[in-house]
């Protein structure tokens, strides 16, 4: 995908408004990533009812830590989520760029990982999702959040859906 998102067509489920927000949230990388940051500071302010939808953006959300691949320090994202029976699935989407979102790279060189529901802390381990389970979890986050299909569509990278299982409390 070209940083040009002008030519992105807008979803047929989406008005105009909400699209241009879309395109403006993720005009560029950068953008992303201060967004980002501020998703993580505005949760741990106040992160009553993010794991089930209740926080600003509607969708439910975690806060996940990893350990960078290159820097070994901790790195904190917000991440929308799917809960999945016991596990939650994020998708590495990063708007439909062509790169992986950093998360995604260092959860593949080091599974081990903390989770943030809310104000309760786990250890987790996490996974790429086998080929036999994309198909039924594309479904399920098609209905949470159609948008990751449709930016899906945008490239060529398939976005890595990581499976995160709780191994214990933090």
């Known amino acids: 995908m070209t940083d040009d998102r002008s030519n992105i067509p807008r979803p047929e ?11 403006d949230q993720t005009s560029s990388l950068s953008r992303i990533r201060s967004d980002g940051d501020n998703d993580v500071q505005a949760y741990l302010a106040d992160p009553k009812g993010r794991a089930t ?3 600003p953006s509607g969708l439910p959300t975690l806060l996940l830590t ?3 691949r290159k820097s070994g320090k901790e790195r904190v994202v917000a991440l929308a989520f ?4 016991e596990e939650m699935v994020v998708v590495g989407s990063l708007a439909g760029y062509d790169n992986h979102p950093a998360w995604v790279l260092n959860l593949r060189a080091n599974p081990d990982c903390w989770v943030q529901l809310d104000d309760k802390k786990y250890t987790a381990v996490a996974r790429d ?3 036999h389970e994309r198909d039924g979890l594309w479904e399920k986050l098609d209905a949470l959040f159609p948008v990751w299909h449709h930016f899906q ?3 060529d990278r398939p976005f890595a859906l990581m499976i995160l299982s709780k191994t214990g409390a933090a």
């Open 82 to 85: 799917l809960p999945d029976g």
């Open 153 to 155: 569509r945008q490239t």
């Open 129 to 131: 999702a086998e080929e």
């Open 66 to 68: 990893t350990i960078g």
């Open 13 to 23: 489920f989406m008005t105009d408004e909400d699209w241009a927000t879309i395109l």
């Open 53 to 55: 939808g209740d926080g």
